[in-house]
């Protein structure tokens, strides 16, 4: 089933939920990334585990897995028998991902559980992967090795004349080649991107009808966000806020780049943002309030006379920040309602990012890990603008 | 809103909507796809179509839509108090998408409506979209033609010593150049794949958890389908099964090719999935079981001797073809179980493809319009193998 050095991994994991069950008897898991993330593996199935300890996995897809915990099915409804074969019995209450899986997959698996009481397992998973483990981290970290170095690739990719899509496509390609794996996971079901976002001009204001921190308005209104085909001309800027998805953990990073000249005020606001990254770090420690510092990075965009312009113009996102791993929409969230405080283990990136109109956006963004010490930046790169010629 | 020559389509969509409501008093959307399908284009929140022909889009982001249906909300909960305004009474029974939308995102529904009879929303869109309308044909049509001429490319992008992954790479970029869209749309949360499938020797016969027609094993476990960096070899074929999102529709082709020389049973496989495409598509007509297709598909394999490699080997695929649109998985499915009949507007995927151990998958897959004459084929191209050099 899973590597044989995931073993550990997998026990750490299963102890991690177990604790965070909160009462709940049992939790059974088909998200792909919940199932990802107790198997080391995405298949077609179930993942079950219950407060004892026992974790099994209920597979429909692959054929030929192995290993002690893999039970083959066809359908939900076989689940009972095996767990009574197994001599474990039904969970008197059961945590279903009721935040995620559809209404009628749960409808199902209530009357496979008829006697169960349901509760909202996608609460415990989202908490328990906010914390990674070392395991994860040290993927996270990975990612962001390759991500920073196609990123240092982009000048050299650049060419006179290109239009945003065309230079998105040869990142792409860059990315694609040093092994990004493409897809771009985030969690729920209405938000949706391909590989980043590459934006330059009046198009970075462009409100999209997705949660991103950044906009465009896409090449399809099937699709509406990122690059238009909007010719990179001087005096643009260009954001590049493209996927890390190297090993299953996505990194989060934001580069900017301009042709000819900047003006003023989109410096003035490209230095505010490092510096709020900067400031964001500096204050940041396990116990800090994820609120608090959404509000210090408000502050300070404020204090340079940029609140007009900050994390959007003509439609502003709600957060300068949030988690990163499996999905890029994790826990904790940077946002002025959130209740989240930083842990030891949480992942984050944080994203001050401005659109400056007739220009594009400016700004960077960086991936951390929360360490006993504080915030230990993963995608440490140069972070200044950089001239394409 | 929408764009201003959708106006018509938008009323016939409409139309189709309302006549497959099957007695619900309305229905609330808000899958993507089905919002892309009822407005034109992809927005955050719901779309609302009553029984007597009143359609509304209630509307979180992006902000600045224009139209006589467009209302503003931040949440569910505002859209009774505008149904009341507009003087329209809340439905007795409403249809909303249960195969689709969260267990929460019903519940939460549930409470907003909850005088009326909830009924299940899903089946009636997969049934209305099933059947395309003119302007979704010419948008297929459309995706034909650049899926058609980068195919015609694929010859030139080879180089010697490639790996499967390297020659994806170079076709992703002629695809993303000539104006694919990239995302690769599939109804449900279980399936994911990144931009299609390329597979080469022993790794096409590689099991997957999802359920398309052919395997792999990815690069990564927690994407475990395509290509995984197998070395393009002599006497190993490669299928290219590439995504044809170019307009918001996508379709569905696959060719194959070889390097050196190919076995006498590939290239016999090969010649009976040709045959296969080409007998089905003489024997298909408005009114056709699709089971038949799939057991006329299954008959010639068997008595081409061919049955232990068809639609896989370690891991079959329990169908030969399915409707694509928006979606990749759409209906009709040409599968033994399927109680589907062809009907005009139908646009459908037919693939009867072989796996044939060390050597690869072989067959092709084309894109048909059902017409009132029979299957349109618009993904004509050559169906031969070709050899790389």
């Given at each position: 089933m899973y590597p044989e050095d995931f073993k550990e991994e997998k026990e750490l994991r299963k102890s991690k939920i177990v604790e965070a069950l909160n009462g709940a008897d049992a939790i059974l898991l088909s998200d792909n990334a919940n199932l990802f993330y107790t198997s080391g593996r995405v298949f077609s199935?179930?993942?079950?585990?219950?407060?004892?300890?026992?974790?099994?996995?209920?597979?429909?897809?692959?054929?030929?897995?192995?290993?002690?915990?893999?039970e083959y099915i066809r359908k939900p409804e076989q689940i009972p028998a095996i767990l009574d074969k197994?001599?474990?019995?039904?969970?008197?209450?059961?945590?279903?991902?009721?935040?995620?899986?559809s209404y009628n997959d749960v409808v199902r698996l209530k009357n496979v559980f008829a006697d169960s009481e349901i509760v909202n397992g996608s609460a415990v998973m989202r908490r328990v992967r906010s914390q990674k483990t070392e395991?994860?981290?040290?993927?996270?970290?990975?990612?962001a090795i390759h991500?920073?170095?196609?990123?240092?690739?982009?000048?050299?990719v650049y060419r006179q004349g290109m239009t945003d899509i065309e230079l998105q496509i040869e990142i792409e390609r860059q990315l694609r080649l040093a092994g990004n794996l493409g897809q771009f996971r985030i969690s729920g079901q209405s938000?949706?991107?391909?590989?980043?976002?590459?934006?330059?001009?009046?198009?970075?204001?462009?409100?999209?009808?997705?949660?991103?921190?950044?906009?465009?308005?896409?090449?399809?209104?099937?699709?509406?966000?990122?690059?238009?085909?909007?010719?990179?001309?001087?005096?643009?800027?260009?954001?590049?806020?493209?996927?890390?998805?190297?090993?299953?953990?996505?990194?989060?990073?934001?580069?900017?780049?301009?042709?000819?000249?900047?003006?003023?005020?989109?410096?003035?606001?490209?230095?505010?943002s490092i510096a709020i990254c900067h400031e964001l770090q500096h204050m940041a420690k396990p116990g800090t309030p994820t609120a608090s510092m959404y509000e210090k990075a408000v502050a300070m965009a404020e204090e340079a006379g940029l609140t007009d312009y900050f994390m959007g113009h003509a439609q502003k996102a709600g957060f300068v920040g949030h988690g990163v791993g499996i999905e890029v929409n994790e826990l904790p969230v940077l946002a002025?309602?959130?209740?989240?405080?930083?842990?030891?283990?949480?992942?984050?990136?944080?994203?001050?990012?401005?659109?400056?109109p007739s220009v594009g956006a400016v700004g960077i963004e960086n991936t951390y890990v929360v360490t006993e010490d504080g915030l230990d930046v993963i995608t440490d790169a140069p972070e200044d603008l950089k001239e394409l010629y």
């Open positions: 199935g179930y993942t079950y585990i219950d407060a004892s300890g026992n974790e099994i996995y209920f597979v429909r897809r692959p054929v030929g897995l192995k290993g002690d915990e893999v197994r001599g474990l019995s039904m969970p008197k209450s059961l945590a279903l991902e009721l935040d995620h899986i395991l994860e981290i040290s993927m996270l970290r990975e990612s991500h920073r170095e196609v990123y240092s690739r982009i000048e050299k938000m949706e991107i391909f590989m980043g976002n590459l934006l330059c001009g009046d198009n970075a204001d462009a409100p999209t009808p997705y949660d991103f921190a950044m906009g465009g308005a896409g090449l399809d209104p099937s699709l509406p966000v990122g690059s238009n085909g909007t010719q990179i001309k001087p005096g643009m800027s260009v954001m590049v806020d493209m996927c890390g998805n190297f090993t299953g953990y996505m990194t989060d990073m934001t580069r900017c780049f301009y042709v000819g000249s900047l003006s003023d005020l989109a410096r003035k606001a490209h230095n505010t002025p309602k959130s209740r989240d405080v930083l842990a030891v283990g949480n992942v984050i990136a944080i994203e001050p990012k401005f659109v400056i």
